[in-house]
């Protein structure tokens, strides 16, 4: 990456602005067109406007970024998924510029690198993340659920209020707690997370334009060059020690790929959970069912995955190609989106339905292909003990200020803001145990 402190664009360039929201762009005029996927319009109303585009393109293109695709057909993205020599990884975040590290490696491997690196990119990390390292994680990723819990509500048990915030005060911090955990960093780190999440994937460009010393480059520079003079148990020094054919690993990996866990470990998860607890707030049937059904919960979490799928990722045309009737040049952007191939009545019955016990459910939320999510054991094992706990604490809840909900922008869709009103969590109080789990 590079870092200038060149402040005549319109884009963010300067840090205090990190948290400011969205570069403002301007406004889409046709969505089949003039599409832009960090337009407030597009987080609020994305599956309306895949719908229509369903029948009306069902490619669409931009000349937005410098000229982008949106398919939103399943067929469609699963061909794009699966085709790695046209579509290349080396840019996953749709932005003004074009990567600079060439492929097959890119900026944060393995999401970012194509064949044949992205096979020694992936192999190393497989163990980390299999099913067995992360069941042992589930007690204390439950501990930590039940400690924000037990903060979040101690107003609502004292009588004080009986409004919180669920995505402030819990979702957005159990992803946080276990990816921090892992690499081997403080908790209390998961602010400056955020920081660099918002900046990466909600304000497209705006990373490479902080200085240096405020960028996750630096953040994680550091952080290497301590566990290389001092290992610890941790995937930080689990890379920064690796080999590859003998040879340890660039540094310019490491730090990629720390910087990949750090993004994709959280955001990904804070959204799921968070459109989780949305759509809980909204059904009351639902909520009964998860309380009372035990059996439907492994059911309810795909279908949460299915339906609020929060990723979409993108890929970079490696050269001039036709597709789906479209010619597309080399170097275009083409999105990715999961979440619309996953509303595709071609694909689901009832796709626009949440159906909780939904049997047949072969989603694409952790995408397909060579670069299908790695961490999907831990993302289902964190939404479902995160749901669980929830629920057992609150069983009952609805959103306080529909209007209030703040939803992210960019190519990772969960609240941000969750005001929820608490109507009964007395089970609980009276008897200090978990009454459902
Ligand atoms: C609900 C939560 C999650 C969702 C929906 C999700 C979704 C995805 C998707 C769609 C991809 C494919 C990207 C592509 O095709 O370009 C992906 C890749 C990846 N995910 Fe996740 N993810 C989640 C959680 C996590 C977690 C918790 C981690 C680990 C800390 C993680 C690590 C990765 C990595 C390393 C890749 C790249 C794999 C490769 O390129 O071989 N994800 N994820």
């Not at 071609?346 to 939320?365: K, L, P, Q, S, T």
């Not at 060579?370 to 995160?386: D, F, K, P, Q, W």
């Not at 190519?411 to 609980?428: D, F, H, K, W, Y």
Request: proline fraction near 8%.
């Amino acid at each position: 990456m590079t870092y200038t402190a060149d402040t005549s664009t319109s884009e963010a360039t300067d840090p205090g602005a990190d948290h400011a929201g969205p570069t403002p762009r301007a406004p889409v005029t046709d969505w089949a067109t003039d599409f832009d996927h960090v337009d407030p319009g597009y987080a609020a109303r994305a599956p309306e406007i895949w719908d229509e585009l369903r029948q009306e393109c069902p490619v669409a293109r931009s000349e937005r970024y410098g000229g982008t695709w949106l398919p939103v057909r399943h067929t469609d993205v699963c061909a794009i998924a699966k085709d790695t020599d046209t579509f290349s990884s080396n840019g996953v975040v749709v932005h003004d510029g074009r990567p600079e590290i060439p492929p097959p490696v890119g900026f944060a491997p393995p999401i970012t690198s194509d064949p044949p690196f992205h096979r020694i990119a992936r192999e190393f990390l497989l163990p980390a993340f299999a099913p067995k390292p992360i069941e042992a994680k589930r007690e204390s990723t439950r501990e930590t659920c039940r400690e924000l819990l037990d903060d979040l509500l101690t107003g609502v048990e004292a009588g004080r209020t009986d409004i919180v915030d669920a995505a402030l005060g819990y979702t957005q911090h159990i992803p946080v707690r276990v990816i921090a955990d892992m690499l081997g960093v403080p908790r209390s780190d998961g602010d400056q997370f955020r920081v660099f999440i918002h900046r990466i994937m909600e304000q497209p460009g705006a990373e490479l334009k902080v200085e240096y010393e405020d960028s996750i480059d630096f953040y994680l520079d550091k952080l290497i060059a301590e566990r290389a003079e001092q290992p610890q148990d941790d995937l930080i020094s689990h890379m920064t020690h690796a080999t590859i054919a003998g040879q340890p690993l660039e540094h310019e990996h490491v730090r990629g790929t720390c910087a990949l866990l750090i993004v994709a470990g959280v955001d990904t998860t804070w959204s799921a959970i968070g459109a989780s607890l949305w759509h809980m707030a909204q059904h009351p049937a639902d909520r009964r069912r998860w309380v009372e059904d035990p059996d439907v919960r492994p059911f309810a979490v795909e279908e949460f995955l299915r339906f609020y799928a929060p990723v979409t990722m993108a890929r970079i045309v490696a050269e001039d190609a036709e597709f789906a009737g479209h010619s597309m040049r080399a170097n275009d952007w083409v999105l990715l989106p999961f979440p619309a191939a996953n509303r595709d009545p071609e694909a689901f019955e009832d796709a626009g339905e949440f159906v909780i016990d939904r049997m047949r459910n072969r989603h694409v939320a952790f995408g397909l292909g060579i670069h299908r999510c790695l961490g999907s054991n831990l993302a289902r094992m964190e939404l479902t003990v995160a749901l669980e706990e929830w629920m057992a604490r609150v069983p009952d809840f609805e959103l306080a200020d529909p209007e209030g909900v703040r939803w992210s922008t960019g190519q990772i869709r969960g609240p941000r803001e969750l005001p929820v009103r608490i109507l009964n969590s007395a089970a609980t109080r009276i008897s200090g145990e978990n009454p459902v789990v």
